[in-house]
């Protein structure tokens, strides 16, 4: 009789051991697939960190409010349904009501704007920039002189802006009282309209377009008064990146978001 007890209490304890032995592998490998698939999420979500910066709009650059126009690339042929503002002005209807709040807010800031130049027809930008050409050899500069210095102030017809109607030349009208349409860089830069738009511009979708210091890369030079449409999530990322439109085509083309 003791010996099978004996033989019991033996095959008893085999059993437990084996199951022990069974049993811790098993826990180990619960607790490392997790750390596995943690990794792999990890890696994972640090590749769509590095595709997609963090607070990068979510658009692309054919966009109807990205098309870039400037030196380097002409205003595409489209149909531009426009309405008017302030007076006999016209911009593309879908940035009205953006325009009009501006505006507004501007007022209740006490601060009036008064848009000078909107949408503007290829022959007229053709006209301005003959005039200026004219005027510049007036005062003694070389035909070459004066179209090279022309276009630091004006774009080529069919590369302005202004063809796309987002785009308006905006001062306040204590300064239009002063000067008319004539634009000065330092006077308007330092008026209180200037000011407030470029403090509060990008809440309504626009961008000072031409800023100080970036003018090898807009090839225009510094312009307080040129505002474009870009649409508020844009707009307010490049004022916190510093960042000019030019710039941010160059990041979409980066992230492979360019058609």
């Not at 054919?62 to 870039?68: G, I, P, V």
């Not at 017809?157 to 987002?166: R, V």
């Not at 210091?213 to 449409?229: D, L, N, P």
């Not at 490049?238 to 000019?244: E, R, Y």
Request: aromatic content about 10%; proline content about 2%.
């Amino acid at each position: 009789m003791r010996k099978i007890f004996t033989c019991i209490a033996i095959i008893f304890l085999a059993v437990m051991i084996v199951y022990g032995i069974f049993f811790s592998f098993d826990k180990k490998d619960i607790k490392q697939k997790p750390a596995v698939v943690s990794q792999s999420s990890s890696n994972q979500n640090k590749a769509e960190d590095s595709d997609h910066p963090k607070n990068f709009p979510n658009v692309h650059s054919t966009d109807w409010n990205l098309q870039l126009v400037n030196s380097d690339n002409a205003v595409s042929d489209q149909e531009i349904d426009l309405e008017i503002i302030q007076g006999n002005l016209q911009l593309d209807a879908r940035i009205i009501n953006a325009t009009q709040k501006l505006l507004e807010a501007a007022e209740k800031a006490n601060v009036s704007l008064q848009i000078i130049s909107a949408y503007r027809t290829i022959s007229y930008q053709e006209q301005l920039v003959q005039k200026e050409i004219y005027q510049n050899i007036a005062k003694g500069m070389t035909k070459a002189e004066a179209e090279q210095q022309t276009y630091r102030l004006l774009s080529k017809p069919g590369h302005s802006e202004h063809h796309l109607g987002l785009a308006i030349d905006v001062v306040d009208q204590a300064y239009y009282r002063q000067y008319g349409g004539q634009l000065l860089p330092e006077e308007v830069a330092t008026s209180k309209g200037a000011i407030w738009l470029k403090e509060n511009a990008a809440n309504f979708g626009f961008i000072l377009r031409y800023p100080q210091g970036k003018e090898k890369i807009t090839k225009i030079q510094y312009e307080a008064w040129h505002y474009r449409y870009v649409g508020e999530e844009v707009a307010k990322y490049l004022i916190q990146n510093g960042l000019t439109l030019e710039e941010f085509h160059e990041k979409l083309k980066q992230l492979k978001m360019l058609a």
